[in-house]
């Protein structure tokens, strides 16, 4: 417990004062004093008064060996005992100017009083230039009040202060409890800068705020210019739902786009599934003209089949002047000929049944001599490594016939 000695001395001569006799006052914090304590129920201290012959020091070390010092840090109550005991003369406080004389300090605090010197009044206290920073009353020896700092306690703590009562330092306004979220400092003055909010400025504002720099609520990252294309939400974190997009995800997805949703990009509206049928382009805003497609299909398709009826049509008059030319001929000899044919080197299909068949594949062959080709139906003579079908007549050698009745054909 501290107790606090006033130190009153008599006076006998002025310039013995302070030297040669001396009273001792204890002021001691407790409810109840201790046995010998005068007791200030106002004060709620305990003082003691020591009659006897001491210098400053020897003063302030009585008190100490009591457990108590030199009266200091007056308030008005302590003030109204102690001066009912200056009728006694004049006492040593908690007051010395051993340091520079004529300039008294506190003992507990040497810097409350203000001014070069920290001077205060060798009789009452009080400090002559004011206080420091960070301290009031006459004697400065109060802090500074809550929420409150600075040069007699006029400059108010930064609302930007964390904590529940948003308190700072008395003397230099430092926030004692760092800072409320998406402040930054000593004093929590400095919002966050560079796209950051947040407790300590630890998070970055979205991507998808709008505007030239994406900036956002230093304090909740809500996006302060709005949403680039495509997104929306108090910080811009959510795309368009499916089948919106654009500005403030105010635009509609073309009902062209393909796919069960009609999606499409979020930021341009592009369809995401291509188109449906009948539409073409990035956003299936253009029909397609398939009139036209299917016209010019149907073209190439008749175009295609009349030239396969044409070319068949070619075919069969040629074949039939073919024969009639034969038939006459025929007719004009008088007689129907069967035409031997001699081939050589040459494959047939559909000749009737042969007599001798050698060195290679036949059958049904109706003739003479068959040589080293493959043969089939074949009716005639003698055919020699040659291909043919349906051959009747003559000799043929080293040729391809098909279908041919009558003359003799030779290297054709």
């Known amino acids: 417990m501290n107790k606090l000695c006033l130190h009153i001395a008599r006076q006998i ?39 006897d012959f001491k210098t400053w020091v020897d003063a302030r070390h009585k008190c100490q060996t009591l457990g108590g010092d030199l009266l200091i840090n007056f308030d008005k109550n302590k003030e ?7 009728n006694i003369g004049v006492f040593w406080i908690g007051l010395n100017d051993r ?26 206290g009080y400090c002559l230039s004011g206080c420091d920073d960070g301290y009031q009353g006459k004697r400065c020896e109060a802090p500074c009040s809550e929420n409150s700092f600075g ?8 609302q930007n202060c964390g904590g529940e009562n948003g308190t700072c330092e008395t003397v230099n306004g430092f926030c004692t409890s760092g800072c409320d979220v998406g402040y930054l400092g000593d004093r929590c003055e400095a919002p966050c800068v560079n796209n950051t909010f947040g407790a300590n400025c630890s998070e970055i504002c979205s991507p998808n705020c709008g505007g030239p720099s994406n900036a956002c609520s230093n304090v909740n990252g809500s996006c302060i210019s709005g949403c680039d294309d495509g997104y929306h939400g108090e910080s811009c974190q959510f795309p368009c739902t499916f089948g919106t997009f654009g500005a403030n995800c105010s635009e509609i997805c073309s009902p062209n786009c393909g796919g069960p949703n009609d999606a499409c990009n979020n930021v ?7 188109c449906d049928d009948g539409y073409h382009g990035e956003s299936c805003q253009f029909p397609s003209n398939k009139k036209a497609v299917y016209s010019l ?10 030239m396969v009826i044409l070319n068949c049509t070619i075919m069969t008059l040629c074949l039939k002047d073919t024969s009639a030319d034969i038939s006459t001929k025929d007719k004009s000899k008088g007689e129907e000929r069967s035409l031997t044919f001699l081939v050589m080197q040459k494959r047939y299909t559909d000749v009737g049944t042969a007599s001798y068949v050698s060195g290679g594949r036949h ?17 005639g003579r003698t055919v020699s490594e040659a291909k043919y079908s349906n051959i009747s007549g003559r000799t043929v050698s080293e040729a391809k016939y098909s279908n041919i009745s009558g003359r003799k054909v030779s290297d054709v």
């Open 363 to 379: 059958s049904n062959f109706s003739g003479r001599t068959v040589s080293d080709a493959r043969h089939s139906n074949i009716s």
């Open 151 to 158: 040069a007699n306690c006029s400059e108010i703590c930064s």
């Open 297 to 306: 299909e149907a073209i190439m398709a008749a175009i295609i089949f009349l």
């Open 268 to 274: 341009n509206g592009f369809c995401i599934s291509g």
């Open 13 to 51: 001569f002025y310039i013995c004062l302070l030297l040669d006799f001396y009273d001792c006052m204890v002021l001691k914090e407790i409810e109840l004093c201790p046995f010998g304590w005068l007791t200030s129920l106002t004060s709620r201290s305990c003082l003691k008064v020591y009659w």
């Open 80 to 86: 109204d005992v102690i001066f009912e005991y200056i």
């Open 99 to 124: 340091g520079n004389e004529g300039s008294f300090i506190w003992l507990d605090d040497p810097q409350k009083c203000g001014g070069p010197n920290n001077t205060c009044d060798s009789f009452s």
